[in-house]
């Protein structure tokens, strides 16, 4: 089994551009359900999350350094928070998929991962990499 998607340019992928504390708005067209409540938007961050919104005027306002969840008001998913700065090394590589084997394939990979997911089936998804980033180390979270 294949523990990743393939990504990268081979993969018709977009990358962010190299910077620090980078956040791309990416705006779906269409309200999308997550955990039973609708969002309009997200926001991909070099520094490793994704901050679902409900408002295009919604702002990327989560601060620069990693938190101790839970944060207020926010819906994030961390995949790889730290203080990230792509100026100088690594990408973020992602794009939207919506064809029927790579859904498949994931469908089957979260309903394997959990089993309360058993009938999940996505009409899309956003695959998102860090690759080769460099992160600053924290003792503790601020």
Known sequence: MK???????????QTLNRDDDLHYLI?????????NKFYSAYYLSTNGIIKLIQNEKDRFDVGENPKQFPINNYTLIAPFWSDINTETTGDVFFRLVNDSNT?????C????????FNNFNPTWATIVTWYQVKAHLYSKFL
């Open 103 to 107: 859904l498949n394939r994931m469908a």
């Open 3 to 13: 523990l990743f998607y393939k990504f990268g340019f081979k993969s018709n992928d």
């Open 27 to 35: 705006q779906k067209g269409i309200d999308f359900k997550f955990f």
């Open 109 to 116: 990979d979260i309903r394997q991962s959990y089993s309360s």
